[in-house]
């Protein structure tokens, strides 16, 4: 039977692998912040301020590139705008790839194999997606004055009701939101929606609730120890229909 001291010294040790195991970055990763909690990474540090703030120190301290943990994610960080222009424009194919979508899995029972759109999807797949939704577009009018005239006048109507609140406090995250989808739906309907549609509604109510859970999907790709632990979340796909309903009553 083992006494305390050795198996103090075993369970240190074991910690001691786990934590190097699991923030220890592959050979040619760029250098960043050494100091991350197994499981959380580095996001910790992020939390102590600005994560802005934050982000600036470590490129003082590393330069224009650099990687940290996002939970259990190596990311690579890019800054300035010669770096980023080198890597996005001069070597797009390199850069082109999207990060796999634990919940995307979860909710689509896809197991990677199947994506929604041209966001969630990489490689031949991506391309081919990316030529035919640039093809829509240009029929539809984009780079020509047709999509300026369209932007022009949803932008009066977006000051008119800025115009309207009389210094009020007033929501310019959701005005704006729903300002620039209308601008989508110009294009795709021919029509814009007024402000009271039901029918846009229902639209900036999905919309919103799309980003709220982008948060919540890079919480649960940066922790995918949890996966079995998210199989409810196929339900989510229900409350669309519920959403319907209850705009239309």
């Known amino acids: 039977m083992l006494d305390i001291n050795t198996g103090l010294a075993l369970g240190v040790a074991v910690l001691s692998l786990l934590w190097w195991l699991s923030v220890r970055r592959p050979a040619g990763a760029p250098p960043g912040p050494w100091l991350a909690v197994p499981l959380l990474g580095h996001l910790l540090l992020m939390m102590k301020k600005d994560p802005r703030q934050q982000f600036a120190v470590w490129r003082r301290q590393y330069g224009d590139v650099f990687s940290l943990y996002l939970g259990s994610q190596l990311v690579v960080v890019l ?14 194919d390199a850069f082109s790839g999207r990060p796999h979508s634990l919940l995307l899995d979860i909710i ?17 797949v991506w391309k081919a997606q990316r030529k035919v939704s640039t093809q829509i577009l240009r029929e539809l009018g984009m780079g020509k004055n047709v999509l300026a005239a369209k932007i022009e006048e949803e932008v009066k109507e977006y000051i008119r009701v800025i115009s309207e609140s009389q210094g009020q406090p007033l929501d310019l995250k959701h005005l704006t939101q729903a300002s620039v989808s209308n601008n989508m739906c110009s294009i795709v309907f021919g029509k814009r929606f007024e402000w009271s549609d039901k029918m846009r509604l229902l639209r900036d109510h999905v919309t919103r609730g799309a980003m709220h859970k982008d948060g919540f999907r890079l919480a649960v790709d940066l922790t995918r120890q949890q996966r079995l632990q998210l199989r409810h979340l196929k339900q989510e796909g229900n409350r669309g229909g519920a959403t319907l309903e209850t705009i239309r009553a």
Do not use: F, H
């Not at 689509?108 to 031949?124: A, E, F, I, M, Q």
């Open 79 to 92: 800054n300035g705008y010669k770096v980023i222009k080198e890597a996005l424009v001069k070597n797009p």
């Open 108 to 124: 689509t029972d896809s197991k990677g194999k199947l994506k929604s759109s041209v966001v969630d999807t990489s490689g031949p």
